[in-house]
């Protein structure tokens, strides 16, 4: 069973969102497939965190792709992956403006 978080936002200037989250599964990390206006956007990886832990049962910061001025509907998708119905974590999602 998966899951997911979605919202709207308003972003005077391009932006993205940053949020944390852990992952808590033996046998190594998976990552929230991410859409903007029900469109997928790249998937983050290991190299697409930017501060934390990079092994899972750890917190990880992700940031999303760059998302243009406008309101937007953004959704975190959590699959289940194989055998393991794991427990996904998120917290403190923020949002940032280019200027």
Known sequence: MGGYVEFQHNFNNNGYVEFWYKY???GG???PIIYVDGIQQSSPTTDGIISGN???NS???IRTNTIPAGTHTIKFLWETFGYTASPWYIDEIEFWELY
Do not use: D
């Open 29 to 31: 990390n998976q990552y």
């Open 59 to 61: 917190w990880h910061k």
């Open 54 to 56: 990079t092994w899972n």
């Open 24 to 26: 808590s599964s033996p």
